[in-house]
Nanobody, 124 residues
Framework: QVQLVESGGGLVQAGGSLRLSCAASGGTFSSYAMGWFRQAPGKEREFVTTISWSGSSTSYADSVKGRFTISRDNAKNTVYLQMNSLKPEDTAVYYC?????????????????WGQGTQVTVSS
């Protein structure tokens, strides 16, 4: 069973950048596809991006494509989310999630493990 801890959130001006990290422990990290999701106030949690266990395959929501980059370091048991050209509409709590033996999925239900979330606030 894997535990996930996100970090790196904060307050940034529109057009700025942030890098989120998600550290995993308690499991074989390379057995998990990883995803990032976000939830804005009053809205449903939504898919942001996912990466396969090997890092060879990624997928992005249209709203972040070209601005966000997911990566992972299996030696460090960590997945990253580099967020550039941030917009006020990117403001949300960002969650990382793990999908055991998956290739990456856009569906929340397929992720069995979740972090506690980190707040990202983008001011205009």
């Amino acid at each position: 069973q894997v535990q996930l801890v996100e970090s790196g959130g904060g307050l940034v001006q529109a057009g700025g950048s942030l890098r989120l990290s998600c550290a995993a422990s308690g499991g074989t990290f390379s057995s998990y596809a990883m995803g990032w999701f976000r939830q804005a106030p009053g809205k449903e949690r939504e898919f942001v991006t996912t990466i396969s266990w090997s890092g060879s395959s990624t997928s992005y929501a249209d709203s972040v494509k070209g601005r966000f980059t997911i990566s992972r370091d299996n030696a460090k048991n960590t997945v990253y989310l580099q967020m550039n050209s941030l917009k006020p509409e990117d403001t949300a709590v960002y969650y990382c999630a793990a999908h055991f033996l998956g290739d990456g999925s856009v569906f929340i239900a397929e992720y069995g493990y979740w972090g506690q979330g980190t707040q990202v606030t983008v001011s205009s």
